[in-house]
């Protein structure tokens, strides 16, 4: 049927979204992979700003204040991270394994972050970890940041 006057637009507008829905869906695709990807990405400059602020820290170069409040942003950042990666609805056994995969980095994340604070936070003394634990906690968490960053990279 030739499009008249009147059908031409709700024609378009048909394909249009079709166009979009087809689009959107290809898109998806990748979903689980490319958001664990960035997740693993920000965590890891999130962790090397950590680590950057603890050295300034250890070096006498950095307030503890400073340093406490990078440790909290940093591990905010991750915290985003997580969360995205909690709300993934992987399709695959393969996604779900590497959803649950990023969830026990970022996890290892959050507690280099916990080991980190707990350094900055305490006086000098104690059974308080030091900031060179700290360090090493995150040192961990970034290796195994970019060990999930290259197994997401190769799928």
Do not use: H, N, W, Y
Not at 69 to 78: I, P
């Amino acid at each position: 049927m030739p499009d008249t006057p009147a059908t031409a637009p709700r024609r378009f507008l048909t394909l249009g979204l079709a166009s979009f829905a087809i689009l959107f869906l290809a898109g998806c695709g990748g979903g689980v992979s490319e958001s664990v990807s960035t997740a693993a990405k920000d965590s890891s400059s999130a962790v090397a700003t950590a680590r950057l602020a603890l050295k300034q820290d250890m070096d006498g170069k950095l307030t503890r204040a400073a340093t406490a409040t990078t440790l909290e942003d940093a591990l905010k950042e991750v915290e985003t991270s997580r969360s995205t990666v909690q709300k993934l609805s992987p399709a695959t056994q393969a996604d779900r394994d590497t959803q649950r995969q990023a969830l026990d980095v970022l996890d290892q994340c959050a507690a280099g972050f916990f080991t980190a604070r707990a350094a900055v936070s305490a006086d000098d003394g104690g059974a308080a970890p030091s900031t060179a634990d700290g360090d090493r906690a995150l040192a961990a968490a970034q290796d195994a940041l970019e060990q999930l960053s290259k197994k997401v990279g190769s799928r």
